[in-house]
């Protein structure tokens, strides 16, 4: 099947309590990863590119990489998404060139500003078959092109939703309950510790979504800074020369709650790169003698598959959903 919307798989999910998840690509070995993973689960996807990826690897190589995906993957239904669009020209980019998806994240303005930009991004957007994405609250941490202090940062304001949504037109709404962007999303001061010294993260604010999904029955919820970051990823990163002390992510037993509430959309970035890193790390470290990529990008993409299955049948609950 072609590139398709989000429109389907999240009128699926919502009601099959399920979210979808969209992981970020950046290169070839991780869209390989990913959707392999999502092809033996029989898992719809959406990947997703980043302004940082663009500019990293090419908006024409991006696509036509996805586009792969597809030929070698016709049975799973695939979403082409911007991820923190910044402005009009950029989403505007996207769509001309062949996303089925954007992003428009005018979170950081003025409510009425936000819907400004937002409604602007609808209009060319739905005049060409893509769907749009809009922010409402601000999520801490850094991740790729998104940079917000933890003072910066706001959680979404239930009682602004139903007006954003109904004056923008947006098909979907990422809101802020907590999470938080990159691998460390928390300080150490906003954490509990364990009885294993590993520190334990503050809850998502479930009463916030409870609030939005009353306001917005029926309406695909997204989170960013989505990421778990997997402790024994981190233990072979710093074991193998790497220093990430205290790296804590969203705990995934609460993110399946989320998925199985109004939340559709799910953002995973961090968790494949660690997966990668930890995987090459330990392999240089392993094997001096190498120095043909193909022998340590071969395991990291399999690590990155790994990771992802285990995404989609313990956390998102989408596999068989395609």
Same mark, same amino acid.
């Given at each position: 099947?072609?590139?398709?919307?989000?429109?389907?798989?999240?009128?699926? /999910? +919502?009601?099959?309590?399920?979210?979808?998840?969209?992981?970020?690509?950046?290169?070839?070995?991780?869209?390989? &990863?990913? #959707?392999?993973?999502?092809?033996?689960? !029989?898992?719809?996807?959406?990947?997703? *590119?980043?302004? &940082?990826?663009?500019? +990293?690897?090419? !908006? #024409?190589?991006? *696509?036509?990489?996805?586009?792969?995906?597809?030929?070698?993957?016709?049975?799973?239904?695939?979403?082409? !998404?911007?991820?923190?669009?910044?402005?009009?020209?950029?989403?505007?980019?996207?769509?001309?060139?062949?996303?089925?998806? *954007?992003?428009?994240?005018?979170?950081?303005?003025?409510?009425?500003?936000?819907?400004?930009?937002?409604?602007?991004?609808?209009?060319?957007? !739905?005049?060409? $078959?893509?769907?749009?994405?809009?922010?409402?609250?601000?999520?801490? $941490?850094?991740?790729?092109?998104?940079?917000?202090? /933890?003072?910066?940062?706001?959680? #979404?304001?239930?009682?602004d939703v139903q007006e954003f949504v109904e004056r923008t037109g947006c098909d979907s709404l990422a809101i802020a309950i907590g999470t938080s962007h990159g691998a460390f999303k928390f300080t150490a001061a906003q954490c509990t510790r364990d009885a294993n010294g590993k520190l334990v993260p503050p809850p998502l604010r479930f009463d916030i979504l409870e609030e939005v999904s009353r306001r917005l029955p029926g309406f695909p919820i997204v989170l960013h800074g989505s990421s778990s970051v997997p402790q024994e990823f981190v233990d072979i990163v710093n074991r193998y020369g790497g220093k990430m002390p205290d790296a804590v992510g969203i705990p995934e037993e609460q993110l399946r709650k989320a998925a199985a509430m109004s939340v559709c959309k799910i953002n995973i970035d961090s968790d494949l790169r660690l997966a990668l890193t930890a995987c090459i790390r330990q392999h240089f470290a392993e094997h001096p003698e190498h120095f043909d990529p193909r022998q340590y990008l071969k395991p990291g993409r399999e690590a990155i598959k790994a990771m992802v299955e285990h995404k989609l049948v313990h956390v998102l609950g989408c596999n068989g959903k395609a």
């Open positions: 099947m072609p590139l398709v919307t989000t429109t389907e798989m999240f009128k699926k /999910a +919502y009601d099959g309590g399920y979210a979808i998840g969209a992981f970020n690509v950046n290169n070839m070995e991780i869209v390989q &990863g990913i #959707t392999e993973a999502c092809k033996e689960e !029989h898992a719809p996807v959406i990947l997703q *590119v980043s302004k &940082g990826a663009r500019a +990293y690897a090419n !908006h #024409t190589y991006l *696509v036509k990489l996805v586009e792969a995906a597809v030929i070698e993957c016709p049975e799973i239904p695939i979403a082409l !998404h911007l991820d923190h669009g910044p402005d009009f020209e950029t989403c505007k980019s996207c769509i001309d060139g062949g996303f089925t998806s *954007v992003m428009i994240d005018a979170s950081s303005k003025p409510f009425a500003e936000n819907i400004e930009i937002t409604k602007k991004v609808v209009e060319y957007a !739905h005049d060409h $078959g893509v769907v749009v994405e809009a922010e409402l609250g601000t999520l801490a $941490g850094v991740e790729d092109e998104v940079k917000v202090s /933890a003072a910066d940062s706001s959680y #979404t304001r239930p009682e």
